[in-house]
Every structure is written in C-alpha cells, then in structure tokens.
C-alpha cells in the first residue's frame, strides 16, 4: 500500500526528516563513466560499506549521503566562471563542502587502465542520469610532477580538450572521443567539467587513471 507525504502529515507522522537523508535521484543529472570518476566509483561500492580504503575514507570525510547524491557534484551559478566558483584545493569536489571527502590527497584512490590509439585518442563516456542541453565539455589533466598526496589546485591541471554542444545517445551517454597530450604517460588524474547551455549549472568530476603505452 502506498502511503503519501500528505497522508503521514495528516497522521501526525514526522515525514519530511526522515526524507531528507533519503537519495535524491530524482535531481540527478551525471557523472565521468568512462574512465570512472571517483564519487560514482564509491557510489558503486556502496555508500554503506564501500571496499576500498579512499571511498571509506570519503564517507569517514561527509558521510554516505555524498555518495548516494553522485550525480550531483556541480555548482548552480557557475555560467562558465569555473575559477571562481570552485577554489584551489576542491576541483573534485566540484567547490562544495559537501563532497569534501573527494577532494583528500591519496595516493590509492582506484584508477582506470587507459590506453590511447595510435593517434592518442580515447573515447570518454559520461553518464547522464538526467540529460540536459550542453554548452560544452571541458576535460583537463594532472601537469607532469603533480604532487599525488595533495587536494588538486588549479594549477595542477592543463586543459587538452573542449568539445562544443554534444548530444546524449539513447542510453544517456555522451560520448566523446579527443585527443590527450602526447606526454602523459602512468598515473594522472582527468578533470571534467560539463556546463549546461539551458542554465548557469555545471558539473565537475575527477577520474583517477593510469595511462597505458600506446
């Protein structure tokens, strides 16, 4: 039997609390599937018992909700102005304290096995829950001897990539295939930035990779 949020509230019953810890899917909208961000990482884990030792520590860091709110790692007003509204120190937090716990400098977060064409190409796939319409996507990379055990900074990634006004396949994947610098080689992390063209909201995912000769 279905019960409403208008039935319990006539019934005396405290609703909306309990809610408000429930996921909030229906505000999705996406995250990095290919090479496979971080937060969607650990939210594939499982927010309530995650198995490896830096999605423990991003729920030891904000707690599970983070994780069951994946899709959601974005900043409403950004409008392109990504410097100022995501500081130095939280680019994979997307500038939100919520998502804290992604931003910790690790050495051992999960990474993705990526391997270039013969013409450095690799084709990305992001996973939108809930499509929108797209200004464009912005992809950067760790600089060569970026420090592993400290939160991300703008200076510490190189943008490689910028991909105008892409449309979402019938599964809600957009995906792209660019070219990354020929020079990255091993461990690097992949900083996405999706800018809606319908608002001023943007997204920000980080995707741990090793990077595989070619």
């Not at 599937?33 to 904000?62: D, H, L, N, T």
């Not at 102005?81 to 977060?109: N, S």
């Amino acid at each position: 039997m279905k019960i409403s949020i208008l039935n319990l509230s006539l019934c005396g019953i405290a609703a909306l609390p309990a809610l408000a810890f429930a996921p909030s899917g229906a505000f999705a909208h996406g995250s990095m599937e290919y090479p496979i961000s971080r937060v969607y990482q650990c939210f594939q884990e499982g927010p309530e018992a995650p198995k490896s030792a830096a999605c423990k520590a991003v729920v030891a860091a904000g707690g599970t909700q983070p994780l069951y709110d994946w899709m959601e790692v974005n900043q409403w007003n950004a409008n392109g102005k990504h410097k100022a509204v995501v500081p130095d120190g939280t680019l994979c937090g997307g500038g939100r304290e919520k998502y804290v716990g992604l931003d910790l400098g690790r050495k051992d977060w999960r990474k993705t096995k990526v391997k270039p064409n013969a013409k450095r190409k690799v084709t990305f796939v992001y996973y939108a829950s809930t499509p929108h319409a797209t200004k464009y996507f912005r992809f950067y990379i760790t600089k060569q001897g970026w420090k592993k055990k400290k939160p991300l900074d703008w200076k510490d990634v190189k943008r490689f990539a910028n991909v105008k006004a892409p449309e979402a396949n019938s599964d809600n994947r957009y995906e792209m295939t660019v070219k990354i610098p020929s020079d990255r080689k091993g461990r690097h992390v992949v900083y996405v930035i999706w800018q809606r063209s319908d608002s001023e909201e943007a997204f920000y995912s980080c995707s741990d990779v090793k990077i595989l000769k070619n």
